[in-house]
């Protein structure tokens, strides 16, 4: 079943390995004039396009990765009128508030609040430079046939915090092995059928109603994500957890790890219940290698918390055995984000309070944004009686809309204890829906 031989030069590098550079911008746009945007799709953007095989060798890689994607708005002015059949793809990010948890659009960019974005290009490269000099030349060859609606520049973080998001947190460990693509995978990693994550392939649920040109395209979800990283630092200091071997500051890590599931070296919780363990945390052969079952279990005991909360961050969005058999539940999403915004200053640090804007840059591919991202935060993070009833929000990701969110869990020494978040640590700036199509499907549908 898995004899999927995939055509690796037609589907864009972004969505199965990802550019992977330490710097990516977000270049947001607006199509101006559809006959002269196709044109250069074709004679300029498309021969740009960063495929897989690009990436997979060092040798071929550009100095500067350029992906693209649309959003079903900017099909439209494509005149590109099939349905993809995903409906918050089709409704666009906005229309598909209520199901976020985001306190309405108070806090999201004004550019994302509406429907004009019709497609963003991803630039990814080792310097800022770089990329700005392409963009310059992308913009010089497409001229006023669009127009800049928003960007963003991603960075990842200086120095050892490199590969770390902004609260500290090694990011990029666990993303699921795509079959028919990675045939290696490492002990813990879902194995998700092709058609998960990619259109139009064998497991994509909505197989017989696609259209033909949307094969090995996938929906690229984007959401410009703010923490709050001062005031997340500050939780943390004064609600540590007590226990006698613990000092305080261990404490306090012991329950940021246990939010995230992770210490900050990317150690499972579940694995390395007190102390963060970097050598078990860099180790790509053991660091994913866990299921929340004890050796012996059968099924995880609905009551035991001690060594990982049911609401901790990667518990909620990928409940591994929790909810038995992973392979074909089609909740799995390939992430691919960057940081965004500069390292807390030493003003915001002593004042704890957030005064430059960081964060994440979340990126994520699915072949259904209803059974990936949007299901992940609706049906999961933001569910209260997700895995089990009274198990509260993730305190990461998960949302109220801006109303305070109850965590259980999080105490090892009194795991009935419920933990109030008064405020959000993470906060939806908003994003769009997109569709990254194959290098066949711009060249012969999106551009003629
Ligand atoms: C894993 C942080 C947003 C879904 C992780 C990890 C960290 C993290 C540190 C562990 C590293 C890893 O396993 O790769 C954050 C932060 C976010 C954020 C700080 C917001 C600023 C999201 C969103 C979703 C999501 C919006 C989806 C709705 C996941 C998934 C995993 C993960 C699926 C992997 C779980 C696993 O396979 O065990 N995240 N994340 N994250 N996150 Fe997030």
């Known amino acids: 079943a898995n004899a999927v031989s995939l055509n690796l030069t037609d589907i864009q590098g972004d969505i199965l390995i990802g550019m992977k550079k330490n710097k990516e911008l977000f270049f947001f746009f607006g199509i101006e004039n559809a006959t002269e945007f196709k044109a250069k799709l074709k004679s300029d953007i498309l021969p740009l396009v960063t495929t897989t095989t690009q990436l997979l060798d060092n040798t071929t890689q550009p100095t500067t990765a350029l992906n693209i994607a649309f959003s079903q708005t900017g099909l439209f002015a494509l005149n590109i009128t099939d349905n993809l059949n995903d409906a918050p793809f089709a409704g666009g990010q906005l229309a598909d508030i209520g199901n976020l948890g985001d306190p309405g659009t108070t806090n999201w960019v004004p550019q994302f609040v509406g429907t004009d974005i019709h497609g963003v290009i991803l630039l990814a490269s080792d310097t800022v430079d ?87 395209g996938s929906f690229l979800v984007f959401r410009q994500l703010k923490q709050i990283v001062p ?178 869990g999080l105490d090892p020494t009194d795991p009935s204890r419920n933990i109030t978040l008064i405020t959000d640590f993470v906060v939806s700036r908003g994003g769009e829906y997109f569709f990254s199509p194959s290098l066949s499907a711009i060249a012969n549908t999106l551009s003629v």
Not at 191 to 203: A, F, Q, R, S, Y
Not at 292 to 304: E, K, W
Not at 394 to 408: L, T
């Open 130 to 216: 770089n990329i700005n000099t392409e963009l310059a030349s992308i913009q010089s060859k497409l001229g006023d046939c669009i127009t800049e609606i928003y960007s963003l520049q991603g960075a990842a973080r200086p120095g050892n915090e490199q590969g770390h998001e902004h609260f500290g947190f090694q990011d990029g460990i666990s993303n699921p092995a795509v079959s028919g693509y990675d045939s290696n995978p490492v002990a813990g990693q879902a194995v998700v059928p092709t058609g998960e994550i990619l259109v139009g392939e064998e497991g994509d649920s909505f197989l017989s109603s696609r259209p033909a040109w949307a094969k090995d």
């Open 231 to 408: 005031e997340f630092n500050k939780f943390l200091l004064d609600n540590p957890i007590h226990i006698p071997a613990l000092t305080p500051e261990q404490g306090s890590e012991l329950l940021g790890a246990r939010m995230i599931g992770r210490w900050k070296s990317g150690a499972p919780v579940f694995l390395a219940p007190l102390v963060d363990d970097p050598i078990l945390g860099g180790d790509r052969t053991r660091n994913n290698n866990f299921t929340y079952l004890l050796p012996g279990q059968t099924a995880v005991n609905a009551t035991d918390q001690s060594r990982c909360p049911f609401s901790a961050h990667v518990r909620k969005t990928r409940p591994r055995a929790d909810i038995g058999l992973e392979t074909n539940n089609h909740h799995h999403i390939v992430r691919g984000g960057i940081p965004y915004g500069p390292e807390v200053t030493a003003a915001e640090a002593a004042s704890n309070t957030t005064t430059i804007e960081r964060g994440l840059a979340f990126v994520c591919y699915q072949s259904s944004t209803a059974a990936g991202f949007r299901f992940l935060q609706q049906a999961w993070a933001d569910n209260t009686s997700f895995v089990h009833g009274g198990v509260g929000f993730d305190p990461i990701i998960g949302a109220n809309q801006g109303a305070q969110r109850v965590v259980n």
